[in-house]
């Protein structure tokens, strides 16, 4: 099945074109300002052809347009007709205790999306513009919603529950949901082929390290626990957000600035987390390279952010009783030896050895980097969130052809 894989922001729009069947991405690209002056799309097809737009994008709809153009242009596409696109899967951030799975969409759907914008006022309205444009220019394509939230929907009371008043929870939703579900079920499962060892029998730690950070207890093949919580601001230090924190610290912080609420949620979003400890950037390459040059600020920001990936490693250990593999994975986790070493540090307790050789190696494919001799794996593997959302749309899709048929 030839399926388009659209994620939609604030003023961009990522997208994939994949084969199921043969997982071939036949294009990509991204489309990128919408709504700004000087637009840009970004194309690139499967056998390397590469092309850049500026144009005049002035919303989600024009965005999608833009797509579906690339892919039908005769010197730069990769189909000659729409009714090639079989289906659409949308990355949606966040679905809430209402859509614990990936769905179809239809009208009730889309309702039941409307009312999780309050979870994800930041997110949803976005990927919803992203849905309705799909849905006005290819009205006859069937399309699934594939949430963020959804591969947490496992976690247990006692893990997903904050220490509030009850109420809160029933009345508001306040709990633990947790994000980048889709990488870390991808990850997961990646890491159970190559210990060669089935998904239900192994307890693996995620490490999803990028600009937005979290990890994920996954004990037998399911997520016990996870760093970020009702938002994704919770966790681990992450490029411009704060991670964990003291509550009472904010509201310190926010009588003392006279900080409205808007004020202070941005501060914990885009001011804090690398960016606010170092002064210097949110990069943790910019980091790295400060800190080695002895900037005392960018060392103190690299050691926050590798501690606290340390400490959740030894509690998600804890959590499920044992440990099998570590994986690291995104941007940072991917690219970063300085980081993995760091994060390790301490834990051959635990039974990880880390082979500096093998860490350092660089290499864009999975690979392991634990030593001979260590009890737990540790794995590099590159993240591949649009082809988890192009196989369950391809899923969906065919368990509704068999109900109809």
């Not at 900037?295 to 501690?307: I, Q, S, W």
């Not at 690291?328 to 540090?345: C, W």
Request: hydrophobic content about 40%.
């Amino acid at each position: 099945m030839k399926i388009l894989i659209l994620n939609c922001g604030s003023s961009s729009i990522k997208y994939q074109f994949i084969e199921t069947e043969t997982r071939i991405v036949l294009a990509k690209g991204s489309v990128e300002r919408i709504g700004m002056k000087g637009a840009i799309l970004n194309h690139q097809r499967h056998d390397g052809d590469k092309v850049k737009l500026v144009g005049e994008i002035v919303d989600h709809q024009v965005g999608v347009e833009y797509i579906l153009s690339i892919l039908l242009s005769e010197n730069h596409g990769v189909i000659k007709d729409r009714l090639e696109i079989e289906a659409v899967g949308h990355r949606v951030v966040h679905g809430g205790e209402r859509f614990t799975g990936s769905v179809l969409i239809n009208e009730e759907v889309m309702d039941g999306l409307q009312e999780c914008i309050e979870l994800a006022p930041l997110h949803n309205p976005h990927n919803i513009k992203g849905i309705r444009a799909s849905q006005r220019l290819l009205p006859s394509v069937p399309m699934v919603g594939v949430f963020d939230t959804a591969f947490h929907h496992t976690l247990p009371d006692y893990a997903f529950n904050y220490g509030l008043p009850y109420v809160l929870y029933k009345r508001y939703g306040i709990r633990r949901y947790g994000f980048h579900g889709s990488s870390h079920l991808y990850v997961s499962q990646r890491a159970a082929v190559l210990l060669e060892k089935p998904i239900d029998t192994v307890n693996v730690i995620t490490c999803h390290l990028g600009n937005g950070c979290s990890m994920a207890a996954v004990k037998g093949g399911k997520s016990v626990d996870t760093t970020m919580g009702f938002t994704p601001v919770e966790g681990l230090l992450m490029g411009t957000r704060c991670g964990d924190l003291d509550p009472a610290a904010i509201l310190h912080i926010m009588g003392q600035e006279g900080l409205s609420l808007s004020e202070a949620n941005a501060m914990l979003n885009k001011h804090s987390g690398m960016y606010g400890i170092s002064g210097v950037s949110s990069d943790m390459r910019e980091i790295i390279q400060e800190a080695e040059k002895g900037h005392p600020r960018a060392k103190l920001a690299f050691d926050v952010f590798c501690y606290r990936v340390r400490k959740y490693i030894g509690a998600y250990a804890a959590a499920m009783g044992g440990l099998d593999a570590i994986v690291f994975t995104g941007g940072i986790g991917e690219n970063a030896p300085q980081v993995r070493a760091a994060s390790l540090i301490g834990l051959e307790f635990l039974g990880v050895v880390l082979d500096p050789g093998l860490n350092t190696w660089s290499s864009q494919s999975e690979r392991a980097i634990h030593d001979q001799n260590s009890k737990v794996a540790v794995i590099v593997i590159p993240t591949n969130e649009e082809l988890v959302i192009a196989i369950d749309t391809d899923r969906i899709i065919s368990e509704k052809k068999k109900a109809t048929s």
